[in-house]
């Protein structure tokens, strides 16, 4: 997708909703700035594969249907009804953000979508149904556990580097809404996370990698296997990597609200998303590899950034932590 004016007027609409419904006062305005950033992203999701003209009608379908719940959950609210609209609200809001149970939606059309499109459908496009989430106040326990264990578990079986990107996306879900109740938490985590996956799909988009098995056939220099080895590690929560530290504050989080099982979950199923890439480091780091893994005497400038990156988040972290 190359980047000219009609591009740049739907990213700035984009943006201009997400900005619309987070400094909105009524739920009117709430509604109309998802709408127009709907409206805006659509355009930008059709490339140049035949099937993404059908991965942006799926889009609109799920995201139509998603706002019709919010307007009932809206009237509900409105009409002082004795159903519980909060939940409805919530449930709408899931189905916007493609949280489990409601993920598949984001499977069946992930293929057709750029790496860039990507990455804003996994980060900005959820802020807004995030906010709404963290003031419906509901007890979303199991969903964030259901999240948790089926975004690690189905993980461990792709061979598409787009389905395994989603169902690390469904995983991080369940730590973002857990961390709703605290909201300088879940900015940090949310930042973290957005900083990773985006310079994860940099190298993907740049080395066009769309599958494990491109690790093995394709020749890469040591620089880009150690650039890529660094941010699979970091995206796995490997310490001290970026990952890590932003799991570990969520993890904190619930212990110190004694939410003893889904500490657990969240500890277990963490290990379950480090096995699945420690196995794309294996795979990119020693198999197929005839040079030695200690003659890494230059770094590229994006190899070097992105260690930086990845081990000096720590200090800013903690630091973060004890200003709260």
């Not at 706002?67 to 809001?93: A, H, R, T, V």
């Not at 619930?254 to 096995?275: A, K, P, R, V, Y």
């Not at 890439?277 to 950034?305: A, D, G, H, P, Q």
Request: aromatic residues 14%; contains cysteine.
């Amino acid at each position: 997708m190359k980047i000219n004016s009609t591009i740049i007027l739907f990213y700035l609409n984009m943006l201009l909703g997400v900005v619309l419904s987070l400094s909105s006062n009524n739920w009117v305005m709430v509604w109309m700035g998802l709408e127009i950033s709907l409206m805006s992203f659509i355009p930008l999701m059709i490339g140049d594969l035949i099937i993404s003209s059908e991965c942006a009608m799926k889009y609109f379908i799920i995201q139509s249907m998603s706002s019709s719940i919010l307007i009932l959950g809206l009237m509900l609210m409105l009409m002082n009804s004795k159903l519980n609209f909060n939940l409805i609200i919530s449930l709408s809001m899931m189905i916007k953000m493609g949280m489990a149970p409601f993920h598949t939606w984001i499977l069946s059309l992930i293929e057709g979508l750029s790496y860039m499109m990507l990455f804003n459908l996994f980060t900005l496009m959820k802020i807004v149904p995030m906010m709404i989430t963290m003031n419906m106040n509901n007890n979303l326990n199991y969903l964030i556990m259901f999240s948790l264990i089926l975004g690690s578990v189905f993980g461990i079986t792709q061979n598409s580097i787009r389905k395994i990107l989603s169902y690390s996306s469904i995983f991080n879900m369940g730590f973002l809404v857990y961390s709703l109740s605290n909201f300088s938490l879940w900015f940090t985590y949310f930042s973290l996370y957005s900083i990773n996956l985006f310079m994860f799909v940099l190298i993907l988009k740049n080395n066009n990698i769309n599958y494990l098995n491109q690790f093995m056939i394709n020749s890469f220099d040591m620089k880009f296997k150690l650039c890529i080895w660094a941010l699979m590690l970091s995206s796995g929560g490997m310490p001290p990597m970026m990952g890590f530290w932003a799991k570990f504050i969520i993890i904190e989080l619930s212990i110190n609200m004694s939410d003893w099982l889904i500490s657990m979950t969240m500890i277990f199923t963490s290990l379950l998303t480090m096995f699945y890439y420690n196995r794309m480091c294996y795979i990119s780091m020693c198999i197929s590899s005839l040079m030695t893994k200690w003659s890494m005497v230059y770094l590229s400038w994006l190899s070097l950034n992105v260690m930086v990156i990845n081990i000096i988040i720590m200090p800013f972290v903690i630091m973060s932590k004890y200003l709260n």
